[in-house]
C-alpha cells in the first residue's frame, strides 16, 4: 500500500495507537465498516515495534468515511484514537525529517581551533 492513495479519500491515518496493537488487531477494529483491502503500521527499525499510528485503506472512499466518524476519539487498548484521511507522500515532500539534534551534529564534532 502508498500512503499516496490517501488522496483519494481511501486510505485513513489511524494515530495513537499502543504498543500492542498489531496489524490483524487494527484490521479487525475497522473491517465493521467496509472491506479493509490494506493495513500498515511502521515499525521502529532498532525495537520492531509499532510507532504509534498505522494505515488503513478501504475498497469504498463512503466506507472510510464512515470508518472516520466512528472510529475518530473511539478507545482500543485503553487508548483514544485519532482517525482521518492519510496525506499523500507528495504532501511531506520538502520538510526536514532530521532530528534537532543532527542539524548540528557536524559543529559539535570539529576540532577546536585556536
Known sequence: MSVAVGAD?????????????DEATLRAAF?????????????EQ?????????????ELKEDAASAIENMN???LFGRVLKVNLARPT????????RA???TRADELFQEPTG
Open 9 to 21: 479519500k481511501r486510505t485513513l491515518y489511524v494515530g495513537g495507537l499502543d504498543e500492542q496493537v
Open 31 to 43: 473491517v465493521p465498516f467496509g472491506e479493509v483491502i490494506d493495513v500498515q503500521i511502521p515499525l
Open 46 to 58: 532498532l525495537e520492531q515495534k509499532n510507532r504509534g499510528f498505522g494505515f488503513v485503506e478501504f
Open 73 to 75: 476519539g473511539a478507545e
Open 90 to 97: 507528495d504532501q511531506h515532500a520538502g520538510r526536514n525529517f
Open 100 to 102: 534537532v539534534w543532527e
